[in-house]
């Protein structure tokens, strides 16, 4: 069975320092990952997606993932935190039947001034 | 761009009442999806469709029903609302035809709340 950790409910950072969310997967086929955004009060916006095409993967807002294989994780960076970055962050596993995701628990963070 | 509309933000019901939530999209999409999102546990999937009248159960599904009858709009149904299905509501939508692992495109939400 597919499934997705987030390591981290909360992440505390302080505004322009590095910005670190881990995101470990399980799965029996080669996988397709997804990192989204979630802002208050809002759906999920996608931030970035990794098909193997290459596995540093750049999103939006300056963003970016590294797929790796052998320790069977994805995780989100981004070199410097804005105050604007605070929201929920879902690391999602995609099966190719349907299309369907199968999402992690989420990284709430908050970005101190 | 893709649009996903749920038909309410906020909702208040009673327990055992029949609760209908909307989904309509904009672009054409085979795929749509029920989740609902709870603290801590991220979305779990609770229906999806992948063509008009064609729905299949996600993880679950217990308490929930759907009906598909338009490409375009996709309704939850809450045959009889109970306090424990108080939560945070997300629609999203996908295509099919543009292969596999395409992102979903998700609504705003709706936060429904039984007392």
Known sequence: AQSVTQLGSHVSVSEGALVLLRCNYSSSVPPYLFWYVQYPNQGLQLLLKYTSAATLVKGINGFEAEFKKSETSFHLTKPSAHMSDAAEYFCALGETAGNKLTFGGGTRVLVKP | ?115
């Open chain 2, 1 to 115: 761009d893709v649009k996903v509309t749920q038909s309410s933000r906020y909702l208040v019901k009673r327990t055992g009442e029949k609760v209908f939530l909307e989904c309509v999209q904009d672009m054409d999409h085979e795929n749509m999806f029920w989740y609902r999102q709870d603290p801590g546990l991220g979305l779990r999937l609770i229906y999806f469709s992948y063509d008009v009248k064609m729905k299949e159960k996600g993880d679950i599904p217990e308490g929930y029903s759907v009906s598909r009858e338009k490409k375009e709009r996709f309704s939850l149904i809450l045959e009889s609302a109970s306090t424990n299905q108080t939560s945070m509501y997300l629609c999203a939508s996908n295509s099919q035809a543009m292969g596999n692992n395409q992102p979903q495109h998700f609504g705003d939400g709706t936060r429904l709340s039984i007392l």
